[in-house]
T-cell receptor, first 113, second 112 residues
Framework: DTGVSQDPRHKITKRGQNVTFRCDPI?????LYWYRQTLGQGPEFLTY????????KSRLLSDRFSAERPKGSFSTLEIQRTEQGDSAMYLC???????????FGEGSRLTVL | SQQGEEDPQALSIQEGENATMNCSYK?????LQWYRQNSGRGLVHLIL?????REKHSGRLRVTLDTSKKSSSLLITASRAADTASYFC????????????FGKGTSLLVTP
């Protein structure tokens, strides 16, 4: 399967713990996006990379959130000192260039107890 | 922040009927896209319409765009139970580096 893959698919953690999600985009795609989606809402933009450069960050991305894309391939999204409000589906998407179709992974669902 | 707003929030129809969903947005856009999401899954791209286009078709899908009213509509003709999903419009804008901003979605239920 050459689509966007995300790992883990589900993560349950206790408040205050750190969690990390990984996204492997479609190999030839140079753009990678992170979104967060809560129940009944649309995806909210968090950040995106073009190759290894993080070009845009939402105000939603507090200093507890950090994303990296070393070498312009896979990306990680880390949430430090998790809070119950961080419970959501974290979606990764990739594209070739901007202003076009995004290809989404199946998401990583986070539950903070 | 979410740029687009879909209407209605929920829609229930029977197989064979047409489903129409509307989307309004606030700022000038480069293009508008529609995505579909089955429960608990990722989003799947359906169709993209550029700001200089007024109508586009893809199979049973028809999308219109009215930039003067900052609105778009998605029509699904001859709906099937398998069309049951949430549908989102998404817009990009220079101000956000062309990252897509999604609306809250329309939840479509198609009953046999």
């Amino acid at each position: 399967d050459t689509g966007v893959s995300q790992d883990p698919r589900h993560k349950i953690t206790k408040r205050g713990q750190n969690v990390t999600f990984r996204c492997d985009p479609i190999s030839e795609h140079n753009r990678l996006y992170w979104y967060r989606q809560t129940l009944g809402q649309g995806p909210e933009f968090l950040t995106y990379f073009q190759n290894e450069a993080q070009l845009e960050k939402s105000r939603l991305l507090s200093d507890r959130f950090s994303a990296e894309r070393p070498k312009g391939s896979f990306s990680t999204l880390e949430i430090q000192r998790t809070e119950q409000g961080d419970s959501a589906m974290y979606l990764c998407a990739s594209s070739f260039g901007g202003a076009g179709e995004l290809f989404f992974g199946e998401g990583s669902r986070l539950t903070v107890l | 922040s979410q740029q687009g707003e879909e209407d209605p929030q929920a829609l229930s129809i029977q197989e064979g009927e047409n489903a129409t969903m509307n989307c309004s947005y606030k700022t000038s856009i480069n293009n508008l896209q529609w995505y579909r999401q089955n429960s608990g899954r990722g989003l799947v791209h359906l169709i993209l319409i550029r700001s200089n286009e007024r109508e586009k078709h893809s199979g049973r899908l028809r999308v219109t765009l009215d930039t003067s009213k900052k609105s778009s509509s998605l029509l699904i003709t001859a709906s099937r139970a398998a069309d049951t999903a949430s549908y989102f419009c998404a817009t990009d804008a220079f101000s956000s580096g062309y990252a897509l901003n999604f609306g809250k979605g329309t939840s479509l239920l198609v009953t046999p």
